[in-house]
C-alpha cells in the first residue's frame, strides 16, 4: 500500500512540477491561456491513475505503460485534447484516400509545444538538464514525426536556439520577432 500511496504522491508531484514550470515559461512568453490550460486532462481519472500506476519518476508514465501493454491509454486520451502536441493535429490529407498527414499548427501551440518540451526535459533530467536536451530528445525520433513541414522547421528552429544560444535568447527572440510582444524586463 505504501508503494501505491509513494507512486501517487511521486506522480502528483511530477506533473505539478511539469504544469507550473511551462505555466512559467508560457506566461514569460505573454501566453497566459495556454500557461493556465496546459496537460488540464493530465488531472482527469483516465490520465491520472493510469501515471500513478506506471509512475517511476524518471521518464514519462506513458512510455511504460506502453513497454508492458503495448498501447499507452492515457496518451491516447492526452493527445486527443491538447492541442500543442502535433499527434493531435494528424488528419487525412485533402487530395490523397486514406493517407494520413501533419497539419499545420498555430503559433500558439507550436510554442506551447516548445515550453512543453523544454519543462519535460527538465523535469526528467532533473539536476542533468542542460538547454541541449531538448533538442537531443526531439532528434532521437528525427524522421518518425508526422508533423507539417512548417511545424518542424518552427519547433527545429527553436530548440536549435535554445541549445546554441540559451534560454534568455530563445525566449526573448520569440517574444519580440514571433509574438513581436516587446523585450522582457
Known sequence: MANVIQRFFGHLHTINKHKRMVMKHCFKLG???????????????????VGVKYYRGDVSPNNVQREVEG??????????????????????????????AGMKMPLEYV?????????????????NYTPKAPLAYYKRGEGKYLMHPETVAMLEKLLTMLAEEGEDATFSYIRTELLGKGKLC
Open 31 to 49: 501566453l497566459y491561456k495556454r500557461g493556465l490550460l496546459h496537460d488540464l486532462s493530465k488531472y482527469s481519472p483516465t490520465e491520472f491513475f
Open 71 to 100: 498501447v499507452a491509454s492515457a496518451w491516447m486520451h492526452h493527445k486527443g485534447r491538447n492541442k500543442h502536441h502535433y499527434e493531435y493535429w494528424i488528419d487525412y490529407k485533402k487530395d490523397a484516400e486514406c493517407e494520413l
Open 111 to 127: 510554442l506551447e509545444m516548445f515550453c512543453d518540451r523544454v519543462a519535460a526535459s527538465k523535469v526528467y533530467n532533473k539536476e
